[in-house]
Every structure is written in structure tokens, then in C-alpha cells.
């Protein structure tokens, strides 16, 4: 992922429970260490605090467990996950400049992609869709920090929490493929949400935008890839002569007309 800062790596325990006879093992000095990188990271540590609030708000949403309005919990994940966007984005373009050479540069950051993704949906009826990618976003993002944190403690007793870290950074790939299709599909779920009157006729058009801006991001090509692997899988699935000719019409004039609509994607800088 790109906007994920790597710490330090720890050393694996090696399992026994007595250190080595001329080690001694100071718990304390492991907490003041971690507290150390966290006052000597405040950027990154508040980035930390925040992505956790939005892990933490979306499950109350979800997750009704202290009883209240859900709606709540709804916005302050989206907020918290704006404040994480707008602080990334500075950490990116810490001088700003009111330039249209600026602006370019701050459309083509992810952070800004985000942000604007969290004011699309902050004032609208609760989609809980729209949270799964700040959710997501917030939880690989904080792990590796938190990873770096339980490097400095030691593992010890924290093994299980060591465990669960892992295995959610050996399942990066997969959570950003996850995350591009939820932020294509939620395109059709909005139109829907126009039909049943929750949503603005406005909002396909606003969120088309931000679309454009995933598709187009040079540092995380998922969203690409999804409409890549979308449309070779409909391509295959028209072509079978089963398929009635209506449905391979339709297909095909959908797939131009999204072709029509992806913009141009510039290379990668170095």
C-alpha cells in the first residue's frame, strides 16, 4: 500500500521463557521504548490514533454494542477517516501553494482521493458499503505501525497479537483487490439508492469523479485491474453461444461506454 510508513522490523522470539543468563529482561524499557518512537513519531503516531478510531467507529456502527444512534458512529468513521486523509496529505505536500500546479499534484495523491471520498459520503443517508474501504484502508494502515510498537515491546505475551498482525499483512494484496471492487460497485449500489430514494441524483455524477481519480492513481493500479479482470470475464461470458444477443448488445455497448468514460492514465514517476 502506498501511503503505509514501514518501521523497524523485530527479531522473532526464539520460544523459551528464560532469557540467556547474561540478559536480563526490563518490561519497563521495552514500554518507554515504544512510548519513545511514538513521541518521537507524533505525525505518524496521530495517524495511528486516528485510522484506529475509524477500525473502532465502523464496528460500532456495525456493531451496535453500547446502544445509541449507529448514524453516529457512521460519521465520525468517515470523519476520522477525512482527518487521516487531510494529515497524510500534508505529510505528502507540506507546503501548500495556491497553484493550478499544486492542485495537480495533490489530485494524483491517494491521501486526496480519500479525502474527497469521505466528504462524498459524510452527509448522505448511511450506505454501509462506503465504509468497508476506510475501514479497510484504516486497519492495514495501523498494522503496520502497530507492528512496528509490538516489535519494541517484545513478543512474549503479545505472540497472539504478533500472530493476527502477520496474517493481515500476508493478506495485503487481497485487501486491496477487495477494496478496489467495493469502490466499483458501490457505483451500482448508489444508483440503486437513487431508486429508492436515499441518495441525491447528484451522487453517481460526484462520485464518478472520484472513480475517475482510483482509476487513474499511479500508485495503487487495483481499481484497473478490476475493470480489466470485469471486463475480460464478460467478454468470455458473451462469447459462449448460450449467451442470447440482447445480453451480448447490451454487454458490449456497456463496455464501450465505460471505456468512453475511463480517462487517460499517465506512467509512473520514478
Known sequence: MADSTSGPEGTPDSGSQTPPP????????????????????????LLWMTRV??????ILFILPLFGGNPNSFYQRALISSAATSA???????????FSREFFGRMFLEDSCHY???????????????SLVPVFLFALLHATTFTKTLLNLMGQGSLQFAH???NKLVLQQTN????IACTEVFLMPAIIFMIFIGKAMLLLPFVYYR???????????????LVFTDL???VEVLCSKPQCPAFVRNMSYKGIALICRLAPDVAPASS
Do not use: D, W
Open 210 to 224: 472520484f472513480l475517475t481519480l482510483r482509476y487513474a492513481s499511479r500508485r495503487n493500479p487495483y481499481c484497473r
Open 87 to 97: 494529515l497524510r496529505l500534508h505529510q505528502r505536500l507540506p507546503n501548500f501553494q
Open 53 to 58: 478510531f475509524t477500525v473502532v467507529s465502523t
Open 175 to 178: 485487501i486491496l483487490r477487495f
Open 115 to 129: 479525502l474527497f471520498f469521505a466528504l462524498i459520503f459524510m452527509n448522505t443517508y448511511p450506505i454501509t458499503m
Open 231 to 233: 471486463r475480460q470475464n
Open 163 to 165: 500472530n493476527l498482525v
Open 22 to 45: 547474561n540478559q536480563q529482561t526490563p518490561p519497563s524499557g521495552q514500554q518507554t521504548s515504544a512510548l519513545s518512537y511514538m513521541l518521537a513519531n507524533k505525525l505518524e503516531t
